[in-house]
């Protein structure tokens, strides 16, 4: 049995630290706002212009002037705080955010990341994924282990315009969790989902990647 978006999300989470300031990405990264871990108390940053972001609002309870860079609606908190997006891509950019949680369309084994566009298709818009990549030290990615034809998505040279080179630290899918060194180490499977086996992840997976010894 794979892992649920939840469960993937529940995966993610654990990266999280305490005092940590972290911007979530559209689609899954979203679902961590409700798994933070208890004791552990971390700020989320909205590149639209929110610090201190809480979980998603309960039916009848939401305030549509609330949202997240997904445009879907969310909590404040008693110290959140508003700005510009101009003054949230400068926490980005200077370094004061600690964690990235992303969705992704490709990922390689050298850690480059296509999440932006897919060629010949409409899109809103670049987004803030970039700024993201480049200037928070750690990037985890969220994302399905295989397009739904059951193409693998991680592969050896990503296919679709480059979001950033060598800049995923973490892939997490359905299937498991690879370490990636993005300094040329390769990736390294670290972490299978209940009932998923090697025989599985490697018949769906193009990358070429190490398997941890606990689970060798």
């Known amino acids: 049995m794979a892992w649920t978006r939840e469960e993937m999300a529940a995966r993610a989470a654990r990266e999280l630290r305490d005092g940590y300031y972290v911007n979530l990405g559209v689609g899954i990264p979203t679902l961590v706002a409700n798994m933070i871990p208890p004791g552990i108390k971390v700020t989320l940053q909205s590149e639209n212009g929110m610090l201190g972001m809480g979980p998603f609002p309960y039916e009848g309870e939401a305030d549509p002037d609330l949202i997240n860079a997904g445009k879907q609606t969310i909590t404040e908190l008693p110290h959140s705080s508003y700005f510009s997006s101009a003054d949230s891509f400068g926490m980005i950019r200077g370094g004061h955010i600690n964690l990235s949680i992303l969705g992704g369309m490709q990922v ?109």
Do not use: Y
């Not at 997976?205 to 190490?210: C, D, G, L, P």
């Open 108 to 216: 390689n084994e050298q850690g480059d990341l296509a999440n932006w566009m897919v060629p010949g298709k409409m899109i809103k818009g670049m987004g803030g994924a970039m700024d993201l990549v480049a200037g928070v030290p750690r990037v985890v990615v969220v994302m399905e282990h295989t397009e739904k034809s059951g193409a693998p998505k991680f592969k050896r040279q990503c296919t679709l315009p480059l979001t950033g080179t060598a800049v995923v630290d973490l892939l997490i899918t359905e299937l498991g969790a690879f370490e990636i060194d993005s300094r040329g180490g390769g990736a390294t499977l670290i972490e299978l989902a209940d009932g998923v086996g090697l025989d599985e992840i490697q018949s769906k997976t193009e990358a070429h990647f190490r398997v941890c010894s606990t689970l060798a």
